[in-house]
């Protein structure tokens, strides 16, 4: 079993729909992070949470909204989504910014 | 910008039958090179990670190796379980330091 955990496993939201998803780490690291990964493709990063500092991606559209209620939480909320953001989520947390991450299993997300 | 290529995009091995899977890279003070393992629909399952050249590191029948331009991944008499996409990813110093630069990945499908 993974050390992040992701829910949920699976999404089907519409475009005007608003949902979140959600990363929970209890390995005390102190960095989180959101990617997102299409099919075939290498992860890509989107936000950083480290140390109460969220780093952006600033090509991540504003529909993409991260929000980290304490060290062990990481929340992405998601409003007016497109279908081409359908994708495979992913949250990994590090001891240290930058260190070998440990990935939770994703969140598969199709915006119909 | 930070460059991973990774060669071949897909190699096909009889079971028992060794092989090397490269990974060449361009960054700016390397940081960290590290390998992962992923499974279709599931997030990146952490390998190894390797830090200057002429490290080398060992788990089952991988072996990871570092030069200064390059990693090779070694897989030795692998098993069909071995199947997966290896990706590798690198991170650079400067001031984008949390960020690792994923290749697109080796497919490795291990036949019985």
């Known amino acids: 079993d993974t050390e992040v955990t992701q829910t949920p496993k699976h999404l089907v939201m519409g475009m005007t729909n608003k949902k979140s998803l959600k990363c929970e780490q209890h390995?005390?690291?102190?960095?989180m992070y959101w990617y997102k990964q299409k099919a075939k493709k290498p992860p890509e990063l989107m936000f950083v949470y480290s140390y109460e500092k969220l780093s952006i991606n600033e090509s991540v559209p504003s529909r993409f909204s991260p929000e980290c209620p304490n060290s062990s939480l990481l929340n992405l909320h998601l409003h007016a989504l497109q279908p081409e953001d359908s994708a495979l989520y992913l949250c990994?947390?590090?001891?240290?910014?930058?260190?070998?991450?440990?990935f939770g299993s994703g969140t598969r997300l199709t915006v119909v | 910008e930070d460059q991973v290529t990774q060669s071949p995009e897909a190699l096909r091995l009889q079971e028992g039958e060794s092989s090397s899977l490269n990974c060449s890279y361009t960054v700016s003070g390397l940081r960290g090179l590290f390998w992962y393992r992923q499974d279709p629909g599931k997030g990146p399952e952490f390998l190894f990670t390797l830090y200057s050249a002429g490290e080398e590191k060992e788990k089952e029948r991988l072996k990871a190796t570092l030069t200064k331009k390059e990693s090779f991944l070694h897989i030795t008499a692998p098993k069909p379980e071995d199947s997966a996409t290896y990706l590798c990813?690198?991170?650079?110093?400067?001031?984008?330091?949390?960020?690792?630069?994923f290749g697109k990945g080796t497919l490795l499908t291990v036949n019985p």
């Open positions: 990813a690198v991170r650079a110093g400067g001031g984008s330091n949390y960020k690792l630069t």
């Open positions: 990994a947390s590090s001891q240290v910014q930058g260190d070998g991450y440990t």
């Open positions: 390995m005390g690291h102190r960095a």
